[in-house]
Every structure is written in structure tokens, then in C-alpha cells.
């Protein structure tokens, strides 16, 4: 078996999201490399009360009902997560970082646990 370099220092590969202040919803580069988050421009929220569990669904549909502009950026994705935030009654007002989040396959959404 021959040995692989690795050349990819200095970045972040376990998938990660924060919920900042400004009521925006970032993804690290981690969560965007793992689940090839650059490939969608748009996503759409959805939330579970009993649960208190965020999903999120990516697409590239821009006519869907409910669709956010997803922003790439250097350092990951950014959604505006402020209307969601508020209608739900979820607290931005302290940055939340480092949340883990995982793909539910079943429900075809990236799901973060607030608990």
C-alpha cells in the first residue's frame, strides 16, 4: 500500500455549523467538502419542535417554496437563518458554534440537534 500526502493543513474537516448572532446559519468547510455542499445554491429549513432539531434541505431548485440563498464562501456556506430563527423562536442572541450536524437519509436533510 502506498503512502498518500497529505497537503490540506491548516483547514477545518469535521463538519461543523454555527448559528451567529446575526441570525445567520454558517457551515465550515468541513460539512461543505463532506457533503459536497458546493454543488447547491439554495436551501430550505425546516424544524422539529419535539425534538428541538433543525433540518436542512439543499437543492438547486430556486422556484421551491420556502428556498434560501445559499452563499459560498472561502471558508464554508452561509444561509440567512433570521426570519427562521425568529418565527421559531430559536436565541441567536449569543453565537452558538462548533454544532454537529449529520445527514438523515431518511428525510434527505442535514439535521443539527439544539439540545
Do not use: C
Not at 7 to 33: H, L, V
Not at 87 to 109: C, G, H, P, S
Amino acid at each position: 500500500m502506498a503512502f498518500e500526502k497529505f497537503t490540506q493543513t491548516g483547514q477545518r474537516f469535521k463538519p461543523k455549523i454555527s448559528i451567529w448572532e446575526g441570525g445567520q446559519i454558517g457551515f465550515n468547510q468541513g460539512a461543505m467538502k463532506r457533503y459536497k455542499l458546493d454543488n447547491f445554491q439554495y436551501a430550505i429549513l425546516f424544524f422539529d419542535r419535539e425534538e428541538n432539531r433543525i433540518g436542512i434541505k439543499f437543492t438547486n431548485t430556486e422556484k421551491e417554496e420556502g428556498v434560501i440563498k445559499f452563499n459560498h464562501r472561502k471558508t464554508g456556506g452561509v444561509i440567512s437563518g433570521k426570519a427562521f430563527l425568529d418565527f421559531y423562536d430559536i436565541d441567536y442572541t449569543k453565537t452558538k458554534k462548533n454544532l454537529d450536524v449529520v445527514f438523515d437519509e431518511a428525510n434527505d436533510l442535514y439535521v443539527i440537534n439544539l439540545e
